[in-house]
Structures are given as C-alpha cells and as structure tokens.
C-alpha cells in the first residue's frame, strides 16, 4: 500500500513544475497563480468546445426540416457521351464515393454535415479550375488518397480492374 503522503496529484502538463515543489512542500505565488491560470484556460477551452457543439446542434436542428427527405445531391447520374449515348457522371460518382469514404471515417456525421461537406467539394473543386494555369500554388495531401477514388471511379464505370497496379500503390520488388 502507498504512503499518502507521498501521493500528489497534478494538472497535465504542469507534473514537472507541481510534483518538485510538492516535495519541498510549498509553492511561490508565482507557481500558484501559473497552476490557476492553466486550470482557468482548460475550463474556458472547455465550455468553448461545448458552447460550440450546442451552438451546431441547434443550427442543425434549424436547417433539418421534416417535410423534406435527409438526402443530399450528388448530381446527374448519367452524361452524354460525345456520341450521345448515356455514360456515368465520373463527377458525381466522384461526389459519392468521398461521401461514402467520409462516413466510413465518422459514421455520426447528419445531412447537414455532408451538405456542408459537398459545399466544400464544390468550392475545391471551383478552385482547381481556376488555379490550373497558377503553377505556384500546389495543392496540399487530401485526407483520402485521390489514386483510390480514381481506382474505384473507373472500376465503377468499367474502365479497368479492381486490381491496383503495383507501380500505382508504390508496391517495390526487394529481390532486386
């Protein structure tokens, strides 16, 4: 069994600072008031977080309406081909695929959330048509590879196989 007296209890990230002074017994002014200032900021980050999601799930309650259905678009299924035959729309395939892949990743996420997530979709996509010809400007790593959602874009109209080429998954052989 421990010895109480030597149990000491400390606020994260501050065990360094408290646990050598709990030893000699007493704290400064100074260290008391940096304790209480870090237990201040963890409070107020605290009902920052929480103000927030009340402040989200009330403006989700406000946008969701229960006359329509919790649905989102994606787009036409189907674009005409130069040929004029009906093919489908790698756009909006593209749109569901990534919504697919984001509620696999957060399975809680509502209509609202995957409204705002394809508005985002939009705009980045309104920005790489307009940055095509801005060499400087270089798009940053997406959450989700853009080598699987292609892959699976072509398996889903028939281009290709399900199977990744190992030269696009970086697969190398150590043999050599």
């Not at 421990?2 to 100074?30: C, E, M, N």
């Not at 406000?62 to 035959?85: F, M, N, R, T, W």
């Not at 307009?130 to 853009?146: F, V």
Request: aromatic share 8%.
């Amino acid at each position: 069994m421990q010895d109480s007296s030597k149990i000491a209890t400390s606020l994260p990230g501050d065990s360094a600072i408290h646990h050598s002074h709990v030893r000699r017994g007493r704290l400064s002014f100074w260290q008391i008031r940096l304790l209480l200032h870090h237990a201040r900021q963890r409070c107020l980050n605290t009902l920052y977080i929480w103000s927030s999601a009340f402040r989200s799930l009330t403006g989700h309650i406000q946008i969701q309406s229960a006359k329509e259905l919790p649905c989102v678009s994606y787009g036409q299924a189907l674009a005409h081909s130069p040929d004029g035959h009906p093919k489908p729309n790698i756009r909006s395939l593209a749109r569901s695929m990534y919504t697919q892949k984001l509620l696999a990743t957060y399975p809680w996420l509502d209509i609202v959330d995957l409204r705002i997530f394809l508005m985002g979709f939009d705009a980045g996509e309104q920005w790489s048509h307009c940055s095509l010809y801005n060499e400087t400007e270089r798009p940053t790593a997406s959450w989700i590879s853009l080598v699987n959602i292609t892959q699976e874009i072509n398996v889903e109209i028939g281009h290709t196989s399900a199977v990744t080429p190992a030269a696009i998954a970086g697969v190398t052989r150590s043999d050599e």
